[in-house]
Nanobody, 117 residues
Framework: VQVVESGGGLVQPGGSLRLSCAASKFTFSSYDLRWYRQPPGKERELVAAITSAGDSTNYADSVKGRFTISRNNAKNTVYLQMNSLKSEDTAVYYC???????????WGQGTLVTVSS
């Protein structure tokens, strides 16, 4: 099983990034997906979530209206479009896949996003 994030990097405040999370060796369409982040020196927090069918999404209040989670089950990939980035969005972003019936779950290794001028 592999869950691999990509797309992190350094961006200026107000800029945009799109994170991707590619999964393999499990039935991607049976999994709810989430993006978490862990800012430096802080605990990991939930950023966004999407159901296995892609018919429902949820966001942390701090990112509502700026971030969008989406998925492409044909490509086994989930995305996080991040706009209007702020310095407080600086964190390691993790992809998390949880079977819709709670059978098992998987974490990615994380990708670093740094928002700084």
């Amino acid at each position: 099983v592999q869950v691999v994030e990509s797309g992190g990097g350094l961006v200026q405040p107000g800029g945009s990034l799109r994170l991707s999370c590619a999964a393999s060796k499990f039935t991607f369409s049976s999994y709810d997906l989430r993006w978490y982040r862990q800012p430096p020196g802080k605990e990991r927090e939930l950023v966004a979530a999407i159901t296995s069918a892609g018919d429902s999404t949820n966001y942390a209040d701090s990112v509502k209206g700026r971030f969008t989670i989406s998925r492409n089950n044909a490509k086994n990939t989930v995305y996080l479009q991040m706009n209007s980035l702020k310095s407080e969005d600086t964190a390691v972003y993790y992809c998390y896949a949880r079977h819709r019936w709670g059978l098992n779950d998987y974490w990615g290794q994380g990708t670093l996003v740094t928002v700084s001028s």
